[in-house]
T-cell receptor, first 112, second 114 residues
Framework: AQSVTQPDIHITVSEGASLELRCNYS??????LFWYVQSPGQGLQLLLK??????LVQGIKGFEAEFKRSQSSFNLRKPSVHWSDAAEYFC??????????FGQGTTLQVKP | DAMVIQNPRYQVTQFGKPVTLSCSQT?????MYWYQQKSSQAPKLLFH???????NEADTPDNFQSRRPNTSFCFLDIRSPGLGDAAMYLC?????????????FGQGTRLTVV
């Protein structure tokens, strides 16, 4: 069955510190992977996506993610977190129907 | 500027009283999706349209219906809302189906059932 797991429900980092959000997926074929960010009361905004090719993908707002097939992982990283990055982050795998299967989400809190 | 617009942003309805949420898009995308997101949970797909073809998820309750009168608009109808239907409802669009398709989301409508 297709599924996405985000092991960390809540993460707190200090402003300026580095960030890594974990994502593991289970999918029978080549996965199409996405990271979305959701601010409180808002819709989802795409940060980055991976379809094929270079396993390190760059996204908006200084985020990047690395696809590791051997570990079934697609972790999101940012070298230096800003207070405005506080939000909920969702990893998702795209099915052939276009349906997105989301992980449970990770809430990021940024300490001043 | 907004590409996927949902109205209203906040909707309060009475238990059992039919309610309709609307979504419009300026992207001219073929596919429109409705997701339900309950508090502190991941969004869950209810159904989607590819053009005029309706595709229901197997576990979507019959209480939820949808209409797409034209390319730009899609509606979510909840025939008899229960307290368990209180959630954020997210509309999304994509140019095509397939894993490559990037979805663009609206701001969501938060539904409260009283």
């Amino acid at each position: 069955a297709q599924s996405v797991t985000q092991p960390d429900i809540h993460i707190t980092v200090s402003e300026g510190a580095s960030l890594e959000l974990r994502c593991n997926y289970s999918y029978g074929a080549t996965p199409y992977l996405f990271w979305y960010v959701q601010s409180p009361g808002q819709g989802l905004q795409l940060l980055l996506k991976y379809f094929s090719g270079d396993t390190l993908v760059q996204g908006i707002k200084g985020f990047e993610a690395e696809f590791k097939r051997s570990q079934s992982s697609f972790n999101l990283r940012k070298p230096s977190v800003h207070w405005s990055d506080a939000a909920e982050y969702f990893c998702a795998v795209g099915a052939l129907t276009g349906k997105l299967i989301f992980g449970q989400g990770t809430t990021l809190q940024v300490k001043p | 500027d907004a590409m996927v617009i949902q109205n209203p942003r906040y909707q309060v309805t009475q238990f059992g009283k039919p309610v309709t949420l609307s979504c419009s898009q300026t992207l001219n995308h073929n596919v429109m999706y409705w997701y339900q997101q309950k508090s502190s949970q991941a969004p869950k797909l209810l159904f989607h349209y590819y053009d005029k073809d309706f595709n229901n998820e197997a576990d979507t309750p019959d209480n939820f219906q949808s209409r797409r009168p034209n390319t730009s608009f899609c509606f979510l109808d909840i025939r008899s809302p229960g307290l368990g239907d209180a959630a954020m409802y997210l509309c999304a669009t994509s140019r095509e189906t397939g894993g490559l398709a990037e979805a663009f989301f609206g701001q969501g409508t938060r539904l409260t059932v009283v």
